[in-house]
C-alpha cells in the first residue's frame, strides 16, 4: 500500500506510525535512501564506536524499509579479506531540520537513522594499506532525476580508516564527521549554498571533492544483504542527457563533476566543503561527496556522503538592500571601496543603516562579518530586524551602529561587512556593504602610585618591629586603579607581609603591614614592589614603586657560668666528679644575654661517647631551670644511689643555654659523674690447700680477695666439682670455707657474681 508521510499532526502520531514501520517484516523492496555516511569513533584502548548515518525520505519513502538493524562489513584494503561482521541497531530516529522552518514542505522530509554498536580493534588491525567498512542496502527515491533506473539503485556506504597500529607504535584516530545536512530545497535559476564541511577529532586536515555515489552489489531483488561483498563497489550510472530542440546546443552530460545541471554546475570547496550550485533543471539530484583525512601530508582514510537536492520553481524573492549613511544626519551614502570612515576621540563614532525589500510582507535582520580582523564589533543601538511592506510596517528599516571607543586598527584599514538578510525561501537573499574604517581608542595616561613611607631609603627595621605605611594610587583620565604587591625574588606573604585595599575617592588606597620576624632574614635586603595598574579598553597599564627594607640583625652570644663544676683534668677532657653512695651534689649555673633575648636552661644524660642516653630521674638527678628574658638559671641536684651505679657507664650530664632568636648561639657545659665503688684488691686465686700436714697452713680452701658486694653487684655462689664433673661443694657465703675432701685430687671451682661476672680456676687437694 502506498504512503505518504505529511508533516502535520501530532509528535504521539509519528512516533505510533515509526514504531508500525518497524514492526513489518523482512526487508522490503522500497526507494527511501536519501543518502548517508559513515563514522568511526576512538573510544579508548581498543574501543571503537562505528555508526552509520542513513538519511530516509520520510515524505516518499516505504515505511517497511525502515530497518531496526543493518550490517556492516570491515575487510582488509589490498586483499579484501573480511575480518568481521557487526550488526548495527538503530539507536536514534529523528528529522533533519530547514535552515528556515518557515519554507517547510510537506513533500520534502527527511529523517536521520544512526545504527550504531561499540567494537573492538585489537593490535592485529595492523596492515600499512588500512580497511574499509561497507553497508549495501537497497533503493534510492525513484524520483531522482539524474541517475538511471533510481529505483533499483543501490546506495553502498563506505568508510576508510587507518590501521590501529603503524610501525610499530599504537596509531589511534577518530573518522572526520560531516557537518549534518539540512532538508532545504534549491530555487531553479537561484543560487544555493550549504556548508558540508565536517570536523576531525584528531586535528587531522581534510580535503573535499565530489565523487560518483556508490551502487554497490544490492538490487531491488535482495534490497538488504546478509553482509556487504568485498570492493570494488560499481557506481551508479549517470542519466543521458534529453534530447534538446532543434537549433539548441547539445546539452553538458553528466558525471561525476557534473552531477546537477546549473551554472554552475555543483562545486565543493576543497578546503571547507562549502557546496554551491545554481541549477538550471527542476528535480530531485543526488550526489556525492567525499571527504579525505590526511596527517603530516599521508592520506589515512576517507568518508563518503551521498545526498540529494530537490529544485523547485520558486516564487520570485528580490535581494533586500542597503545603504551606511556615516553622517548622525543627511542622506549622504557610503560609497563601498571609495570611502574610508575615520573613527576618532571625540568626533562621531556612529553610522546610519537603512534596509528595505521590494518584496511584500519580507522580514529583513542585519549582521556583521568582520573580514580581516577579529576583536570588538559595533553595536546597534536600535533594533536589528522587522518587517516591511506589510500592513502597518514601513516600507524601510533604520538601524544605527556605534564602534566602542576602545576600538583601534593601529594604522590598518578594517574591512566589515553590513549584512541585511531576508527570510526568503529556499535560503534567504542578502546585500552586503563592506565598510572600511581605522579607529584610533582615546588617549591614555599611565597611572601614578606613591607611599608614606618616608624618604629615607632603605627602611630600617629589626626583628619584631611592626611596619606599616600606606600605598596611593591615582590615575589622570580617571580609569580604576588597582593595586599589586610582589617582592623581588620573594613572596611578600611567604615573609607575612600584607596588603589590604580599598576605594577612596578617586584614589585607590592600600594599607601595608608587617610585623618582622625571622623568616625576613632568609631574603635580607627586601625590595618590596607596589604597582598601580589601570586597564583601559582591556590593555593594562602599569607604574611600579619599589620600597626597599632591610632587617639589621646583631645577636651576641649568651654567657653561661656555673658554680662547683670541678676544672677538667686537661685540654679537651669533660670535668670529672666522683661521689661515694649516699652523698648528695648540687651545681648552679646562669645564663645571661646583652641583647635581652629570650633564654632557656636545659640538662640531657648521655654515656661517656655519646652513644647512648639515659633519662636523669633514673639516676637520681634532676634539673630545675628558671627561663627567662635576658636571664636564665638552673639547678641540677644529684642524690648518689646505686639507681645510678648500676647503670654501669660513666655519665654525662650536658648543660646547654640556648637564645630565642633567629639564628640561635649556644653555650655549653659537660660533667663527668661516677660513683665511688668500696676498694678492692686484685683478685687472688689460690689453687692448693694441704688439709692433713699438721703445719696448720692452707688447711681450708677460701677466695678472701673476691670483688665486694656493691649495688647490683651481687656474690651469688660458689661450687666445687670433681674432675669427673661431680658438684662436692656450693655456698653462697662470700666468706665460705671447704677444707677440702677426705681424698687428694684436682677440683674445679665456679663463682658468680649478679652482674654477671663469672671466676673460675681449680685447687689441688694434698692429703
Known sequence: MPFRFHLAGSARSAFLLLAGWLLLAGPARATHIVGGEMELVHNTGESYTLLLNLYFDAANGSPNALDADLTASIFEKGTNRRMMNVLLPLVSNTFVNYTNPACTLPTLSTRKLVYSRNILLPSTYSNPQGYYVAVERCCRNNAISNIFNPDNAAQAFYLEFPAVVRRGAPFID???????????????????????????????????????????????????????????????????????????????????????????????????????????????????????????????????????????????????????????????????????????????????????????????????????????????????????????????????????????????????????????CSLPKRDTVRVAFTATPPPNSPPVVSSTAGPGRPLRVRIGDLVTFDVLGTDPDNDAVRLEMAGQGFNPVDVGATLSQGTDGAQQRGRFTWRVDCRALKSSPLNFQFTATTTPCNLRDATTLSVPIVVDYDNHPPVLISTNIPPPAGPGLIPLKKLPLGDQYVATFVGTDVDRDGLTLTATGSSADGNEGFDLASAGMSFQAQNGTGVATGTFRWDVTCAAANLRQDLVVTFQLIDATCEPVGQVQRLRLQVISPDSLDVKLYNIITPNDGDNLNKEFRLPDLPPNFCDAQFIAIKIFSRWGQQVFESKDRGFRWPGQGTGGVYYYYVTYTDGRRFRGWVEVVP
Open 174 to 424: 577518530s573518522t572526520p564527521r560531516i557537518f549534518p545536512p539540512l532538508a532545504d530545497y534549491a530555487c531553479l535559476n537561484e543560487l544555493f549554498y550549504y556548508d558540508f564541511g565536517g570536523q576531525d577529532a584528531d586535528g587531522d586536515s581534510l580535503v573535499y571533492d565530489l565523487i560518483t555515489p556508490l551502487n554497490g552489489h544490492s538490487d531491488a531483488n535482495v534490497p538488504k544483504p546478509a553482509a556487504a561483498q568485498p570492493a570494488p563497489y560499481a557506481p551508479i550510472t549517470w542519466l543521458p542527457p534529453a534530447p534538446t530542440a532543434p537549433g539548441a546546443p547539445p546539452r553538458t552530460p553528466l558525471s561525476e563533476q557534473y552531477q546537477i545541471p546549473g551554472a554552475p554546475t555543483l562545486q565543493i570547496d576543497r578546503a571547507t566543503g562549502r557546496l554551491t550550485v545554481r541549477p538550471t533543471d527542476l528535480g530531485l539530484f543526488v550526489f556525492g561527496v567525499r571527504c579525505a583525512e590526511y596527517r603530516r601530508g599521508e592520506k589515512i582514510g576517507e568518508s563518503r556522503r551521498d545526498f540529494q537536492l530537490m529544485v523547485l520553481a520558486c516564487a520570485i524573492n528580490t535581494t533586500p538592500s542597503l545603504v551606511v549613511l556615516p553622517a548622525p544626519t543627511g542622506p549622504v551614502a557610503y560609497r563601498p571601496g571609495r570611502d574610508t570612515l575615520r573613527l576618532v576621540t571625540g568626533g562621531n563614532r556612529c553610522v546610519r543603516v537603512r534596509f528595505t525589500d521590494q518584496d511584500p510582507n519580507s522580514r529583513l535582520s542585519l549582521s556583521l562579518s568582520p573580514v580581516n580582523f577579529s576583536g570588538p564589533l559595533p553595536n546597534f543601538t536600535t533594533a536589528t530586524s522587522g518587517a516591511v511592506r506589510s500592513p502597518g510596517t514601513p516600507d524601510t528599516l533604520t538601524a544605527t551602529l556605534c564602534f566602542p571607543d576602545c576600538l583601534d586598527t593601529r594604522g590598518q584599514v578594517y574591512l566589515l561587512d553590513v549584512v541585511v538578510g531576508d527570510d526568503g
